[in-house]
T-cell receptor, first 115, second 111 residues
Framework: GAGVSQSPSNKVTEKGKDVELRCDPISGHTALYWYRQSLGQGLEFLIYFQGNSAPDKSGLPSDRFSAERTGGSVSTLTIQRTQQEDSAVYLC?????????????FGSGTRLTVV | RKEVEQDPGPFNVPEGATVAFNCTYSNSASQSFFWYRQDCRKEPKLLMSVYSSGNEDGRFTAQLNRASQYISLLIRDSKLSDSATYLCVVNIRQAGTALIFGKGTTLSVSS
């Protein structure tokens, strides 16, 4: 597609429920990243994919968080047993391998609210 | 020490003013540097890369000082539309890992 697409754009869920967030990167971008941004805070790195593998999962805050990527394209971020502190905007970005020059292109994010 | 630090501001300036933001990074092995812009409730967007020799894009000038480990962004002739949060971004590790974002500096340009 023309840009990075994320869905849903907004999600309200009850504490304890599981949620799944989707990211569809720019066609041909082999690298995919998940970040989250809490209100008034900076971007917090969660996980990075190169193709379908995740060489860097260091940012996942707990084992309730997991992510996968299939076909080198779409990625899903799953949060199990959501907690109120999980409320944030979850941003996905993609890039070519030549990241050093071009930086990332972000999707418009999923705003997650846990009530 | 945080990996990327910025003065959060806000910087409140009138139209036409020149304003400068600084950013410091902690890892001397940092390889690439960027400034991103983030509008309220929007995703970050790449503003410009930062090169060792310094680079300019219209009213925006970015500079890198590797010895002191800081990056700057200068905006000349500020416009109302420049109001946003400016994020300093570095790639600290080797190719294949994520960019590290500062928390941003907020700029408000008024008429």
């Amino acid at each position: 597609g023309a840009g990075v697409s994320q869905s849903p754009s907004n999600k309200v869920t009850e504490k304890g429920k599981d949620v799944e967030l989707r990211c569809d990167p720019i066609s041909g971008h082999t690298a995919l990243y998940w970040y989250r941004q809490s209100l008034g805070q900076g971007l917090e790195f969660l996980i990075y994919f190169q193709g379908n593998s995740a060489p860097d999962k260091s940012g996942l805050p707990s084992d309730r968080f997991s992510a996968e990527r299939t076909g080198g394209s779409v990625s899903t971020l799953t949060i199990q047993r959501t907690q109120q502190e999980d409320s944030a905007v979850y941003l996905c970005a993609s890039s070519t391998l030549d990241r050093l020059r071009g930086g990332y292109t972000f999707g418009s994010g999923t705003r997650l609210t846990v009530v | 020490r945080k990996e990327v630090e910025q003065d959060p501001g806000p910087f409140n300036v009138p139209e036409g003013a020149t304003v400068a933001f600084n950013c410091t990074y902690s890892n001397s092995a940092s390889q690439s540097f960027f400034w991103y812009r983030q509008d309220c409730r929007k995703e970050p967007k790449l503003l410009m890369s930062v090169y060792s020799s310094g680079n300019e894009d219209g009213r925006f000038t970015a500079q890198l000082n590797r010895a002191s480990q800081y990056i700057s962004l200068l905006i000349r002739d500020s416009k109302l539309s420049d109001s946003a949060t400016y994020l300093c971004v570095v790639n600290i590790r080797q190719a294949g890992t994520a960019l590290i974002f500062g928390k941003g500096t907020t700029l408000s340009v008024s008429s």
